[in-house]
């Protein structure tokens, strides 16, 4: 119950529920009170904050201080195992393996296979337990993916049970304490994960993927005008922001 409450105020805090929700007060003060000065001076600074969250330059820029904390894994040192974090999912057995992982998830299972090929003897660690509705954990789909990459069974272990980042370093403790490991999760992920890993007693190398931000060349109209593509950037910059505001309150 408390995990689904966490769920569901912290979906609410995210810029596009929560600006929504200041438009409809805003407009509910306009037609039913007499606080219209208010209620316009509400809704302009909701209306302006969700145009400015959806434009590149400013997405992207909120977004890089905190994907940019580590930089793409490129040793060869030996390493026991490769922990891949679970994230978004469905599962449909008709579709291409692949398929099944959403867009924050599928980066993240391709870099864990890219560092398995560079690293030879080390397990694959997939966490992550079973959404509402869907027939198979997280965890297992991913390995499914992972398999079809060509990563043996007998090299991957699933790990089910976790339903967040916390429980899943206390289900990876349980297993690869004292051990060498990769972390790998989206790179605006990580900076929390490691806080959380490392407060488990484990010391994981920081192994980014999914890197979204960037100052790279982009056609005008890529910069000018607002996207729903860059609103979840700023949305992923918030959504950290509060989760590494959360662990701090904890500690």
């Not at 009170?33 to 209306?47: E, F, G, N």
């Not at 040793?75 to 974090?85: E, G």
């Not at 599928?106 to 869907?134: C, D, W």
């Not at 593509?229 to 590494?244: D, I, K, M, P, Q």
Request: net charge neutral.
């Amino acid at each position: 119950m408390l995990f689904i409450l966490k769920k569901i105020i912290g979906n609410l805090l995210l810029p596009l529920p929560f600006l929504l929700l200041l438009m409809a007060i805003a407009l509910l003060l306009l037609w039913f009170s007499r606080w219209q000065k208010s209620a316009k001076t509400l809704l302009t600074v909701s209306w302006l904050g969700l145009l400015l969250l959806s434009l590149q330059p400013v997405a992207d820029r909120l977004l890089m201080p905190i994907e940019n904390q580590y930089a793409t894994y490129q040793k060869n040192d030996p390493i026991d195992y490769i922990v891949v974090l679970g994230g978004g999912y469905t599962y449909n057995p008709e579709w291409a393996p692949s398929s099944n992982l959403f867009p924050n998830s599928l980066p993240r299972v391709t870099e864990g296979v890219r560092l398995y090929r560079q690293h030879p003897g080390a397990k694959m660690i997939f966490t992550g337990a079973e959404a509402i509705s869907n027939p198979l954990p997280n965890a297992k789909v991913a390995a499914m993916v992972a398999e079809s990459l060509g990563v043996p069974e007998q090299d991957i272990i699933i790990l089910p049970q976790a339903k967040d980042t916390i429980e899943e370093a206390q289900t990876v403790a349980q297993i690869a304490q004292q051990k060498t490991l990769l972390l790998v999760t989206s790179a605006n992920h990580l900076p929390r994960a490691m806080r959380i890993f490392q407060k488990e007693g484990l010391n994981p190398i920081p192994a980014p993927a999914n890197q979204l931000a960037t100052l790279g060349p982009l056609n005008p109209w890529e910069k000018a005008f607002p996207s729903a593509f860059y609103l979840s950037h700023s949305e992923r910059a918030w959504y950290e922001t509060l989760g590494n505001l959360w662990l701090t309150i904890k500690e």
